[in-house]
């Protein structure tokens, strides 16, 4: 599986957006990029994912880079509530791997009010 | 709320002691998959059930098996514990296997070995 990259932390003001990048260089064309969070004492949680266009649901916003090399999880308006630790994950819908999620360390997001 | 329901929220017990974490998935999910988040790992990946039948298998000890029931709940049975053992395991599910659909996790066991 492909690696990615993310800042250890970042630290947003409440109401404010909130840009979390991912770098993931040695990806395949056959990658899906997922991104999940994890609130304090809870699962990870589901955010968002895309292949190569650009993604938006009712949590967040995927941007990735026309390259496909790095992607850019958007939260529109920072709330207390989005304080957790976001995962980027390479997913390989083709192929022998199995369908598992491999978490890196993530960044972990601060929101002051 | 996720739709996936784990039991219990809390284990303590002792080394060398056998435990039972069960797992519910969401309605209608066919794959049942295990992790385990300890501080020193981060979250790993343990086991994957389909429909009934052992899909996948991670870092999982041998002292660890897992089984998913006609029902499609699962169950992951620990054994022999050791103090390493302590972590927070999380069930996840998902409709198939399909790898461009989302996980969904539950909020996960803590077990505890004294």
């Known amino acids: 599986d492909a690696k990615t990259t993310q800042p250890n932390s970042m630290e947003s003001n409440e109401e404010e957006p909130v840009h979390l990048p991912c770098n993931h260089s040695t990806i395949s064309g056959t990658d899906y990029i997922h991104w999940y969070r994890q609130l304090p004492s809870q699962g990870p949680e589901y955010v968002i994912h895309g292949l190569t266009s650009n993604v938006n649901n009712r949590m967040a916003s995927l941007a990735i880079a026309e390259d496909r090399k790095s992607s850019t999880l958007i939260l529109h308006r920072a709330t207390l509530r989005d304080a957790a630790v976001y995962y980027c994950?390479?997913?390989?819908?083709?192929?022998?791997?199995?369908?598992?999620?491999?978490f890196g360390t993530g960044t972990l997001l601060a929101v002051q009010p | 709320d996720s739709g996936v329901t784990q039991t219990p929220k809390h284990l303590i017990t002792a080394t060398g002691q056998r435990v039972t974490l069960r797992c519910s998935p969401r309605s209608g999910d066919l794959s049942v998959y295990w992790y385990q988040q300890s501080l020193d790992q981060g979250l790993q990946f343990l086991i994957q059930?389909?429909?009934?039948?052992?899909?996948a298998k991670g870092n999982i000890l041998e002292r660890f098996s897992a089984q998913q029931f006609p029902d499609l709940h699962s169950e992951l049975n620990l054994s022999s514990l050791e103090l390493g053992d302590s972590a927070l395991y999380f069930c996840?599910?998902?409709?198939?296997?399909?790898?461009?659909?989302?996980?969904?996790f539950g909020d996960g066991t803590r077990l505890s070995i004294l």
């Open positions: 994950i390479l997913r390989d819908v083709i192929g022998g791997a199995t369908n598992k999620l491999i």
């Open positions: 059930y389909y429909n009934g039948e052992e899909r």
């Open positions: 996840a599910s998902s409709p198939g296997d399909s790898r461009d659909r989302p996980q969904h």
